[in-house]
Structure formats: C-alpha cells, structure tokens
C-alpha cells in the first residue's frame, strides 16, 4: 500500500499483561485523551461533509451509513437513535453493514471483502441521487465499502467517509473525505478503541448538527424525541414547565393531549 496504516501501527506500549489493572485503565485514557483533539483538526473536513448532508435531507434525501464490523455497528447504532431522538421517520438516516443484521450481534466471515455487495445492499433501499452515502471504515480498505462509494459516484450519488487513515483507498474515493489520524491503537491494530471512539464522535457531530439545522431542536431541547418510556416522559413534562410557565400537573395534561413536546408549545401558545 502506498499510504501509512497508522490503525495498524504498533502500539506505544509493550508487555500489556505485565500490566497492573490500574496501569491498564491509565494507559488507555491516555490514549483516549487524544482522540477529540485529533478529531478538532478534521473539523474542516467534517464541515464540507456536513453541509453537504443538510443539503440533501433539506430536499427530501435520506442519508445512508455503510460499513463494516465495528463500524458498521456504529453507523447503525448512529441511526437507530435518530428518530427516538429527533422524532424524524426511521428511513431518514439508515444504517447498512456488511453481512446484514446477523453482523451487528456476531461477526459474520469475510462479509468485508465482497466488493458489490455495498452498492447491491443500497439498491434494496432504492438509493437515487436525491440521497447521501458515507462509508465508515477505520482502516480505509474495506471493499464492501470502497466499492458501494465508486458505483455511487458512477451514479452521480454524493459520497463520504469516516476513515482513520489519510491517503487511504477510501479517503481517495469518497467526494468529501474525513480523515481523523489516531494514531497506534493501545492493542496493536485494535480499531475498536481510539479509531472506534474517533468514529463515533464524527457520526454524532454529523447527525446532530443536520438535525438542528433541520429544525428538531428547539432552543437547546429534543421538543420532537418519541415519548417511548417513562424518563422521556418526565423529560418532556419538564421541558414543558419551563417553556411554558405551567405546573406540572397541567403539563401532564397537555402531554397527554398533544401526544409531543413540539404540539403541545404550537397548541398552547396559540391558545
């Protein structure tokens, strides 16, 4: 390869076992420390990613995650959570793995290394131009993910990524790149850890900022989130004592009415 596998590098420490639990748990939040700060300088990246995802959601599209083992875990676990959270449809944000649902619990073999298999799982979801792919790989040479990227280009479907290493075969293909360099994992090659961390902060900046700028949040509140257990329905009730100056009693009242937090602020200040 012509670029440098840093997920794969060797790890700064040696003789793990020899290790103390305490060493163990120190070690690796050293490490962890400086994942945020490596994900601050593809602030830029993230960005142009970003704005580009707004875009095709403010005109209708759905924006798809694709990826494999542990990420493609967290791009499903990304969104799952954004209708209970924004209130949004369940085919807004998807969340596509290699080996179908059976990976997201156990590791399905060579599932990874189909390089159709991507672009066959986004045609089941009648992916169109009017939509997003971002490939999630923290190696960055993932062919189920590089090779649903290079057919969504073909299609003029705007592509990118979430990779921990520049230069990459992913980086390359994907219209608007990010690439966050963590650097050696604590466990050599382990890119659940830091890589995996690195990940998770992008998806959740991305999902987050999309979803405000679509209008579901108000003020700094989750006015839409499902009221799908009791703790979001306290939650709710309280966010509806503060907005409204209301009691808490009448703000179960209007909950129970309007059924959301949004309808019950449009209800009740509209008299």
Not at 80 to 87: A, D, K, Q, V
Not at 238 to 265: C, F, G, P, T, W
Request: aromatic share 6%.
């Amino acid at each position: 390869m012509s670029f440098i596998k840093t997920t794969e590098s060797d790890s700064k420490y040696n003789h793990l076992e020899k290790m103390s639990v305490s060493e163990l748990l120190q070690n690796i939040n050293k490490e962890d420390k400086t994942v945020a700060f490596s994900v601050e300088k593809s602030l830029p990246q993230i960005e142009k990613l970003t704005e580009k995802v707004v875009e095709k959601l403010k005109a209708g599209g759905r924006l798809f995650y694709i990826g494999a083992g542990t990420s493609g875990r967290l791009g499903i676990v990304d969104a799952s959570e954004c209708p209970p959270t924004f209130g949004v449809p369940h085919d807004l944000v998807i969340g596509l793995i290699a080996g179908g649902d059976t990976a997201i619990r156990k590791a399905v073999e060579f599932a990874e290394d189909s390089e159709n298999q991507g672009w066959e799982d986004l045609q089941k979801e009648n992916i169109s131009e009017k939509d997003i792919v971002i490939g999630i790989a923290a190696s960055g040479t993932t062919p189920y993910v590089i090779g649903a990227l290079k057919k969504c280009n073909e299609k003029n479907i705007p592509t990118g990524c979430i990779t921990c290493n520049e230069g990459s075969p992913l980086a390359n293909t994907a219209v608007f790149p990010v690439f966050v360099t963590v650097g050696p994992e604590f466990v050599t090659g382990s890119s659940r850890m830091k890589a995996g961390t690195a990940q998770k902060l992008v998806l959740n900046m991305i999902s987050t900022t999309a979803m405000v700028q679509l209008g579901r949040v108000k003020g700094n509140k989750m006015v839409d989130m499902q009221l799908s257990n009791n703790k979001l329905v306290d939650r709710g009730v309280r966010m509806i004592m503060e907005e409204l100056n209301v009691s808490e009693k009448e703000a179960q009242v209007l909950l129970k009415k309007y059924k959301n937090v949004r309808n019950v602020i449009n209800n009740f200040r509209n008299g």
